[in-house]
């Protein structure tokens, strides 16, 4: 009951952020081949400052279109819409989850029901992180379908491999902002907390001699590109202490917030 | 039997205030009771105890068979509970509402569901939103007293309503304790819910007011007729003003008993006066003053 009135709340606000992601998706991929030729002639980012710009524009522009060609998905599907559109719809999603019964003081009636706080929480995540993955999974499915259109083709395995950690990393942010919208109480402050943490985030990764203590390091463009390259396989991302084994890192963080929101959900007074 | 609610010795804090203390409580199944005081009391308090909402930092709590700190989804599965925010989804429809709140109980009793519904007469289909005050308590109320449960918890079910749904609501209760069903409600209207209730209880500043000394403030308050006088009139001897309210009725203390006080007053000296009904503000401000209370 408590995951259906969830889905209901977020499912158009679902529906939304997979056309935006749709929308900035299928323009890059159409337009590929005019881009390609521009970046060749281009060299406005060899003079960019910021290494990890130079290094983006070198894989963008390699002389083996396919491989630019997978470089380019890596920066524009998931370097970019992952990274700013999902993690910006995690946080939108997770923010009222808790705050909100808050606010509107239908916290205490929620408490009160007949059914087990874990239970409250997982009824009403699931259907907040299905709302944020799924639309991933399927705009990035539809790429496979846009990518023929300009004669090119993307790896499926290599592909669903970058989307499943690009979903544990938007996973991740849900879970923090859900733990946030538990002992924070109003959604405002939830959004503005676990928005400045971002947006630090950002500006960590922005500068040059911090940017490996930087959240997106672990969804970065370094990351994705040997993963839709072929380089890494799955159980290279699931171990710790492998140097592409962000995603375990990433599943052990979510698990981490899990475990938090649901000790403050237990102890919680109405 | 075990009786339906058992309480003693319970000590809420919360930081370092001490919102119970020492509370002693027992419910018998099938007892309407009545509990009363002043806000900020505890009497909220006392209710989430029960249901296992908050945590008490001693005495012991029974509902029914089950300790509501050991055992809270026993105890809720049991148990119906109206909070004091009505809580209703303002985004969700009347029926919507309905079919969520009540999901969470497998058995209700539909016969009553039907009774309420033909009272409230509310536009089920309407988002909750547009629902003024009374329309979401009666919501609330639908949605606490439809599941078919022993005991009822209900902080201020008459919040919000006006005087004839709070009929049609003590009508429906006292069927409910025919029915064998044990029910507690706090409340504000101390005359319904005397004439409700099978006991009533005051909760003062954390503690149970002692039935002697509830006694002795009510005879007090016997003593404190609410007079309107005649335009232009003193107050006849034999009374003192106590204070004025916002629309001239006096509050006055008599040194007789006030139906004599009245046979004395001259004719036309008084338009009307107000004998013997408590009003609940005037008893929490002698409890508070201290009536009743055995002087060393």
Known sequence: MIAGKTFRELRWMALAYLLILEALCVPVLLWWPDIYA???????????????????????????????????????????????????????????????????????????????????????????????????????ASALYWSTHI?????????????????????????????????????AHVAAAVGAFLVLQIGVYLTQRIRGFSLFRLVDFEWYAPVLAGNTPWWQMLDPFHRHGFTSWLLLATAACLVLAWRDLRRAAP | MNPAVAVRGLDVRFGVKQVLRSVDLTIA?????????????GKSTLLRTLLGLVARQGGEVQ????????????????????????????????????????????????????????????????????YSAGMKQKLALLAALVPD????????????????????LRDELLA?????KTILLSSHHLGEVEALADRLVFLLDGVFVADERLAAARAQLRRRPRVRLAAGQPLPAGARELHREADGTLVVATDQDPMQWLRACPDGAVDSVEIGIPRLEDLYQLLLQGAGEVQP
């Open chain 1, 38 to 140: 521009d970046l060749q002639r281009s060299s406005l980012f060899r003079s960019l400052p910021l290494d990890f710009a130079k290094r983006i524009f070198e894989g963008i522009t390699d002389k083996d279109e396919g491989i630019a060609y997978r470089n380019w998905v890596a920066v524009m599907l998931f370097f970019r819409s992952c990274n700013l559109v999902g993690t910006a719809a995690a946080v939108l999603f997770g923010t009222g989850l808790f705050a909100r019964e808050r606010e509107n003081q239908t916290f205490e009636f929620l408490l009160s029901r007949p059914i087990a706080r874990g239970a409250i929480l997982w009824q009403k995540l699931w259907p907040a992180a299905l709302c944020t993955v799924l639309p991933l999974f399927v705009v990035n």
């Open chain 2, 149 to 168: 449960v022993d005991l009822y918890v209900l902080d201020e079910p008459d919040r919000a309503l006006d005087a004839s749904v709070r009929f049609v």
């Open chain 2, 176 to 180: 409910m304790q025919r029915a064998g």
């Open chain 1, 151 to 187: 004669g090119e083709q993307l790896p499926v395995a290599e592909l669903f491999l970058a989307t499943a950690h690009a979903a544990v990393f938007l996973l991740f942010v849900l879970t923090l902002t859900a733990w946030a919208s538990l002992r924070l109480r109003v959604q």
């Open chain 2, 63 to 130: 509902v029914g068979d089950r300790d509501p700190a050991r055992d809270p989804l026993g105890v809720r599965r049991t148990t119906s509970y109206l909070p004091g925010e009505n809580g209703v989804y303002l985004q969700l429809t009347g029926s919507a509402y309905l079919d969520f709140a009540l999901g969470f109980f497998p058995r209700h009793d539909r016969e009553r569901r039907e009774r309420l519904l033909a009272h409230f007469a509310l536009p089920l289909g309407q988002k909750v939103r547009s």
């Open chain 2, 29 to 41: 199944r099938g007892e309407l009771l009545g509990l009363c005081g002043p806000n900020g009391a």
